[in-house]
């Protein structure tokens, strides 16, 4: 009884192995590696675009000094909502919005090659303290800048893995 079920279990997980047969990840298509590191990132103003350029310069490795064959241009749109009020009717808790319309253009010609938009919340406590407060509200900027980051850069991994390869 023991034997036929070994065999058995051994049988159902040969064959969902092989169902995983033709599964290429998206980083092992051929360009895309190799595509991402040379999308040069563009600030937008204020330390929300500064913090964004950081996170996407990491997500992409982009290497300075080498030729980039795309730009990104970044657009930041950030708004602060009060979320949680005291009984005192002061804000103690936040929701901060990033909203960012990105485009990739071509660094030789400057066509638009992809676009899109890219939005993320994230709550943060505000404290008392003012020091508390502004610590509170600069780490939710740099959650929100983070996860942009990533969604762009999935985004963009995923465009270059769907393109042919040059």
Not at 45 to 74: C, F, I, N, T, V
Not at 104 to 131: F, N
């Amino acid at each position: 009884m023991n034997r036929t079920l070994a065999a058995a279990a051994l049988a159902l997980s040969t064959l969902a192995l092989s169902a995983c047969a033709g599964f290429t990840p998206l980083y092992g298509r051929p360009g895309v590696g190799g595509g991402l590191s040379s999308i040069e990132t563009v600030a937008a103003q204020g330390r929300g675009g500064y913090l964004l350029r950081e996170q996407l310069d990491d997500a992409l490795a982009h290497r300075q000094g080498s030729p980039a064959a795309y730009k990104l241009m970044l657009s930041v749109n950030e708004q602060r909502f009060a979320r949680g009020v005291r009984l005192d009717n002061t804000a103690n808790r936040y929701e901060l919005r990033m909203s960012v319309n990105w485009r990739l253009l071509d660094a030789k010609t400057g066509v638009e090659a992809h676009k899109g938009l890219t939005e993320v919340s994230v709550t943060y406590d505000s404290a008392d303290q003012p020091y508390a407060a502004i610590a509170a509200q600069n780490d939710g900027q740099e959650r929100a800048a983070a996860e942009v980051a990533r969604k762009i850069q999935l985004d963009l991994a995923t465009w270059l893995a769907g393109r042919k390869p040059a």
